[in-house]
């Protein structure tokens, strides 16, 4: 897989035909061509997914290491992701005008946890 260029800032690398432009779609997320310029191709997803699969482990680290910034804001912050990430969020409160069909998924530790509306 081409590596991906923080220039593109999430852009996508493919050059259009038309003028041979850069193209201005985001890539599919791990990838760097969007979804116009062969994303959606199934290689395509796969390369992606191990991609960011492979960033999972150094996420942690850094997360782990933000734990203990010395901005408390910072720690805090990390901190707050790290236990909502391992426990779960806390509930929060969802207002409706009670014509709108609100469909929620939770996901908690890989598992899929579907509530009724
Ligand atoms: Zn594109």
């Known amino acids: 897989m081409e590596r ?6 999430g852009r ?18 791990g ?3 969007c979804r116009h310029h062969g994303g959606g191709a199934p290689q395509v997803r796969e390369k992606a997914s191990a991609y960011l699969m492979g960033l999972a482990y150094p996420a942690a680290v850094k997360m782990g290491e933000l734990i203990n910034h010395r901005n408390g804001m910072i720690a805090l912050a990390a901190s ?30 890989g598992r899929v946890v579907e509530h009724d509306a």
Request: glycine residues 6%.
């Open 31 to 33: 990838a760097t061509v």
């Open 80 to 109: 707050k992701d790290v236990m909502d990430r391992v426990i779960g969020k806390a509930v929060q409160p969802v207002e409706s005008d009670g014509r709108t069909i609100i469909e929620i998924e939770f996901v908690n530790r």
């Open 12 to 29: 996508c690398h493919a050059h259009t035909k038309s003028t041979g432009a850069l193209c201005k779609y985001p890539a599919v997320p």
């Open 4 to 9: 991906i260029d923080p220039k593109r800032n």
